[in-house]
């Protein structure tokens, strides 16, 4: 026999069985007081504690990861947005000169950069979507996505756009008009 599963009755203490389990395979096994046990009894809620931290430790790993993407991405989106502000210098002391005030700048380059950040999100979300699929069919486990999820994923993506987008949208808005009518 190679293993053993005993379950506990409800309210009764696993510890306390597995010290009565104990002593059945030492009397069993007539293992001596002054030896060790030959066997090896495991509590399945000790597994599940080191599933558990193993868990939390791979959970903390690929936030991690997520959080260097995440930055690496705004980051991409920042330069991006400033190479596009920097192109459109001219056009924005256009609008600036027949009107416009500094915060229809910012509106129009926020919006750019959260529209460029959630198009990369919802297509990183179809790519994870589709792997997660494929692995789920490989593995003959269910697919079950989680709509908050993706949702939260959206607006991580639109946060991220936003908050990378700031800068570069302030440096368009705060152009002056004469200076940047006379780039080039």
Do not use: C
């Amino acid at each position: 026999v190679d293993s053993i599963y005993v379950a506990a009755e409800e309210n009764v203490s696993t510890s306390d069985l597995q010290d009565s389990v104990e002593g059945i395979l030492r009397d069993v096994r007539r293992v001596p007081a002054d030896k060790d046990n030959d066997f090896n009894i495991r509590d399945m809620t000790q597994v599940a504690e080191t599933m558990a931290s193993a868990t939390t430790v791979m959970t903390g790993m690929l936030g991690a990861v997520a959080g260097v993407s995440l930055l690496v991405g705004g980051i991409g989106i920042m330069n991006i947005m400033l190479v596009s502000v920097t192109e459109r210098t001219r056009e924005i002391g256009i609008r600036l000169a027949i009107g416009a005030h500094e915060r229809h700048i910012l509106v129009q380059f926020l919006v750019e950069a959260t529209v460029l950040s959630l198009f990369g999100g919802l297509l990183g979300i179809a790519l994870g979507l589709g792997l997660a699929y494929g692995a789920s069919w490989a593995l003959s486990v269910p697919f079950v996505p989680s709509a908050a999820v993706v949702l939260l994923a959206v607006g991580f993506s639109a946060l991220i756009g936003m908050v990378f987008g700031f800068f570069p949208a302030m440096r368009g808005a705060r152009l002056d008009p004469i200076d940047a009518l006379r780039h080039e």
